[in-house]
């Protein structure tokens, strides 16, 4: 194990510099190596080729030579034979001299069996007339050639200039063969120029790779960190400076874990702390409407009804503001029954008519009988919240319709006012948490939470249902809010 642990800690090291420089120069290696395999290929193959095609021309002209010597000789010969003159026969003697010599280069030379008989013979065949003829001269008496030695003038001629043929033919050969290698070697180096450049991008993909995972590790952490909370622990392996990258994350999640906390703990404080002071609130306002304490005059009336729509609106507050804490803390739980949707919603509309009364709001309600089966006191404040959404910015002396049916058992539940409606701009923003918008177009005396929404979209999750904002009509040009629930589930 202490072994493992080592080398994963060696694959860490290093910089993201020191990664990428090391990746360059492992992938460029296919590409060097080719580079000179190629070169000394070229290089070698050049000199082969060279040294196979020089000699074999070499063979020819050093045989085009001797076929020059020998005819000089034979030519020499009889003039000296026609003549008498010695310098004649002293040209023989120097061009057999260089005939010869240039049949001695053969020697030094790698030659096949067939030319090297064919040259011995040649070199026989020649000696042999030399000494035929060098006895002639002995007696320093005029030579005359028969012929006999004419005839292997002629047969010393045929064999070179069979040699002279044999060797033009090699040539041709050869470098037919020359072409075809050249061919074959133009393929393999093709070929092995794409395997190497194959090779060399496959190696290249596995570095990008190595590379990008640790920065895909952090998009994935900071997206966790959104999505899911600060619970999970971000690890980041990789070089040395994302490393310490993954680690500043760290403890900014646990930063941001603890403001949680302390944002958790205190929202539950301050909505425990208001709930006890609310309640003698509104027990206090009841028993002032209900003249426990004396008659009250109309003013007096009308102040009592004022404090009965703020306790109403604070306690929304802070309803949700409890709420919200639940959810968040994973402590809430859910109770299932099946009843009848439409009384929820008639009981909530019932329980803002002091509201719609202040502000002289009517209700279009058309709600078709439907029954449910669901979280009642869930549903209660998700309908509570929307409705109460739309009631805030219902300007006076307008309506809100209420529209409840069912299809292929999917219920709908539509809220409408006329009030300025929601911007494109906000349209996402709207069930973000505490996101409270712009609601300088309302006339709500206190500002809400900006929980109302994010509650609703939270519990329509849960209940694998959801909200719509729907465009404007004529009639409602505010906010058209539709909630789509199935009929029946069971929610885990």
Known sequence: MAKSSDQKASLNKGSLYQWALASFLIVTLPLIFAIFYTVYEVGDFTEKSQSALFKTVHETESTRIILERLNSMERNIRQFQLFGTIGFFDLFLENRDKFLKQVATFDQQKIDDNLIRRLDSLSKNEHSLYVSIFKKLEDKKDIKLTQEDLNVYDELTQQVKKILTEGEKRVATESKKLSISAEKFKIELISFAIISIALALLLSLIFVLLLLRPIKDITIAIRTIGDKGFSHAISIRGPRDLQQLG??????????????????????????????????????????????????????????????????????????????????????????????????????????????????????????????????????????????????????????????????????????????????????????????????????????????????????????????????????????????????????
């Open 247 to 492: 680690e500043q994350l760290e403890w900014l999640r646990i930063k941001l874990g603890s403001l949680e906390k302390e944002k958790q703990q205190f929202i539950r404080n301050v909505s425990h702390e208001l709930k006890t002071p609310l309640a003698t609130l509104k027990e206090g306002t009841d028993l002032l409407s209900d003249n426990i304490v004396g008659e009250l005059n109309t003013e007096q009336q009308e102040i009592i009804q004022l404090m009965k729509i703020s306790n109403i609106t604070i306690n929304d507050l802070v309803e949700n503001l409890l709420e919200y804490q639940r959810s968040i803390s994973s402590k809430i739980t859910f109770n299932c029954s099946t009843f009848k949707l439409e009384a929820l919603v008639n009981r909530i509309t019932d329980e803002y008519e002091l509201l719609l009364r202040s502000k002289n709001i009517s209700l279009e309600s058309k709600l078709n009988p439907t029954q449910i089966n669901a979280d009642y006191e869930k549903l209660k404040i998700v309908i509570s919240n929307v409705f109460s959404n739309a009631l805030k910015f219902a300007p006076p002396n307008s309506s809100i319709r209420l529209t409840l049916s069912e299809h292929d058992k999917i219920i709908t539940l539509t809220i409408e006012d006329q009030g300025p409606g929601i911007s494109k701009e906000v349209e996402q923003l709207i069930f973000k948490d505490f996101y409270r918008g712009n609601s300088s177009s309302s006339d709500w005396k206190i500002k809400d939470s900006g929980l109302g929404l994010a509650l609703v979209r939270h519990y329509l999750d849960i209940h694998h249902g959801s909200v719509k904002l729907l465009s404007k009509c004529k009639k409602y040009s505010g906010a058209r809010f539709s909630i789509y629930l199935p009929q029946k589930q069971n929610i885990a």
